[in-house]
């Protein structure tokens, strides 16, 4: 199926549909998974964030996908490749957000590996980034298993962010 974007041993990245805002909530909703976020989203926020990704992918050729169990195709979360600016350079970020129900299995490390693989052997991109909040240890966590270090600390969002990131 040509929405299937990469397969890991465990996983499947798809593109996002419109009818993946009931999944989305389950991660928008949840404040914990929304910490370090501005707030939780509504129904209306999660639709906005899915014309957002259709946008990327139009745009782009690339955007954040849904992370689903290979075998059972349930949902998991969202990985991909989403553009950032970082004082006035783009950059090409990996980011991931799962349900927390799927946390502490390693599912995002294995997405975001394959996402680096991705950018740098299909894109060919030098580069990969992820701007992480300083207190986001988890995350933190994810970026320094798939390889990246931290290369500086920067405002953004209306605050401290630190970008990590890994080269080719
Ligand atoms: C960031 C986030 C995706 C990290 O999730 P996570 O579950 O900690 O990360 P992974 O999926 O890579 O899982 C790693 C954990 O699973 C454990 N694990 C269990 N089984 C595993 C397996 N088969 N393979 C690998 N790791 C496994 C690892 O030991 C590790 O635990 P540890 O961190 O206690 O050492 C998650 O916290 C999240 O979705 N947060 C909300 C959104 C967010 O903040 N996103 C980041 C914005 S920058």
């Not at 990469?6 to 914990?32: A, G, W, Y």
């Not at 209306?44 to 259709?54: D, G, I, R």
């Not at 004082?87 to 390693?106: C, N, Q, S, T």
């Not at 997405?111 to 909040?133: H, Q, R």
């Amino acid at each position: 199926m040509d929405a299937i974007i990469l397969t890991t041993e465990r996983l499947q990245l798809r593109k996002m549909r419109n009818d993946d805002v009931n999944h989305l909530m389950e991660i928008f909703s949840d404040p914990e998974a929304m910490k370090y976020y501005p707030s939780t989203k509504s129904e209306k926020e999660a639709l906005e964030w899915v014309n957002w990704t259709l946008d990327n992918y139009r745009n782009y050729g690339v955007g954040l996908w849904i992370v689903e169990d290979k075998q059972t195709g349930e949902f998991l979360g969202q990985c991909g490749m989403v553009l950032q600016k970082i004082d006035g350079a783009v950059e090409m970020e990996i980011g991931y957000l799962f349900a927390r129900r799927a946390w502490g299995k390693g599912f995002a490390t294995e997405a975001a590996l394959a996402c680096k693989k991705y950018g740098f052997e299909t894109l060919k991109l030098p580069k990969l980034v992820s701007l992480i909040d300083p207190d986001n240890s988890p995350s933190i966590k994810v970026a320094e298993r798939i390889g990246m270090t931290v290369e500086k600390k920067i405002h953004k969002w209306k605050k401290d962010v630190l970008v990590y990131s890994v080269c080719k």
